[in-house]
T-cell receptor
Framework: GIQVEQSPPDLILQEGANSTLRCNFS?????LQWFHQNPWGQLINLFY???GTKQNGRLSATTVATERYSLLYISSSQTTDSGVYFC???????????FGAGTQVVVTP | GAGVSQSPSNKVTEKGKDVELRCDPI?????LYWYRQRLGQGLEFLIY????????KSGLPSDRFSAERTGESVSTLTIQRTQQEDSAVYLC??????????FGPGTRLTVT
């Protein structure tokens, strides 16, 4: 099956810093989603992005489907950005998402 | 509008007992998915419903796991004769067909 790799596995940021999270996938995909799992376990939709670039406030994402990767940018990080960021790809005609292992982000004041 | 809801939020059960987990999808969403998340890990797919049929059950870990869905509405995931390795958070998601998936808050299952 398709492999989804996220890097780095862990990230510690000072409040106000910028960062880039990466998601590589091993085969062509129909779609890609980025999620933030907050400390209470809720998965929050960030981006639904098969290709191109999208921005939502301090967050933006870029997917280059032909090169099989996606990037999530966090600018001017805040403590509320802490949590785990997951990339998930749509792999088949049923819509099953294959998740990466996540990037654990800790933003310190 | 209302998001995906799940109940109970927490469930503690003794090894060997059966449990039922419930998911109420977003109204109008035709597709419904169950995933499992073990502590500190990513999500693993369990089963997918399109309407009330389940074309993909490939992720169910054993025959102790089953699921059903009523129309395009509520779904229940049943685990029979629970084992300690079943302890995890069980997450439900819904979507329009092949569209963006939205997740519920999950049910944290602890098997003692």
């Amino acid at each position: 099956g398709i492999q989804v790799e996220q890097s780095p596995p862990d990230l510690i940021l000072q409040e106000g810093a910028n960062s880039t999270l990466r998601c590589n996938f091993s085969d062509s995909v129909n779609n890609l989603q980025w999620f933030h799992q907050n400390p209470w376990g809720q998965l929050i939709n960030l981006f639904y992005i098969p290709s191109g670039t999208k921005q939502n406030g301090r967050l933006s994402a870029t997917t280059v489907a032909t090169e099989r990767y996606s990037l999530l940018y966090i600018s001017s990080s805040q403590t509320t950005d802490s949590g785990v960021y997951f990339c998930a790809v749509l792999t088949d005609s049923w819509g099953k998402l294959q998740f990466g292992a996540g990037t654990q982000v800790v933003v310190t004041p | 509008g209302a998001g995906v809801s799940q109940s109970p939020s927490n469930k503690v059960t003794e090894k060997g007992k059966d449990v039922e987990l419930r998911c109420d999808p977003i109204s109008g969403h035709t597709a419904l998915y169950w995933y499992r998340q073990r502590l500190g890990q990513g999500l693993e797919f369990l089963i997918y419903f399109q309407g009330n049929s389940a074309p993909d059950k490939s992720g169910l870990p054993s025959d102790r796991f089953s699921a059903e869905r009523t129309g395009e509405s509520v779904s229940t995931l049943t685990i029979q004769r629970t084992q300690q390795e079943d302890s995890a958070v069980y997450l439900c998601a819904s979507s329009l067909t092949l569209a963006e998936q939205y997740f519920g808050p999950g049910t944290r299952l602890t098997v003692t």
